[in-house]
């Protein structure tokens, strides 16, 4: 089971950190991913990380404003997100795979979302 947290409302260039807390399965063994998904708008892949967390993989759009990581000892990842732009406003979806990938429908575990919101 995966929880995501620490959405809320935030001004256009601000910051917040989501948190993706993992129960009921061996954390460590899965690769873990962000997806995004804005109203009116398909699903899509922000961020992807390694079971280690030695390798990291963005969307074209978040590199150098999202940073991916994850802490094993207590089972969660974390998706730091800066310098927010009101396109980023969508629901954050976590996700656990088995393959480091970008694709969602390779993904077999997701967590139930939670909103980021961005005012201009």
């Known amino acids: 089971q995966l929880q995501a947290s620490g959405g809320g409302l935030v001004q256009a260039g601000g910051s917040l950190r989501l948190s993706c807390a993992a129960s009921g399965r061996t954390f460590s063994s899965y690769y873990m991913g962000w997806f995004r998904q804005a109203p009116g708008k398909e699903r899509e892949f922000v961020a992807a990380i390694s079971w280690s967390g030695a390798f990291t993989y963005y969307a074209d759009s978040e590199k150098g404003r999202f940073t991916i990581s994850r802490d094993n000892a207590k089972n969660t990842v974390y998706l730091q997100m800066n310098s927010l732009k009101p396109e980023d406003t969508a629901v954050y979806y976590c996700?656990?795979?088995?393959?480091?990938?970008?694709?969602?429908?390779?993904?077999?575990?997701w967590g139930q979302g939670t909103l980021v919101t961005v005012s201009s």
């Open positions: 996700a656990a795979t088995m393959v480091l990938s970008v694709i969602g429908a390779e993904y077999h575990w």
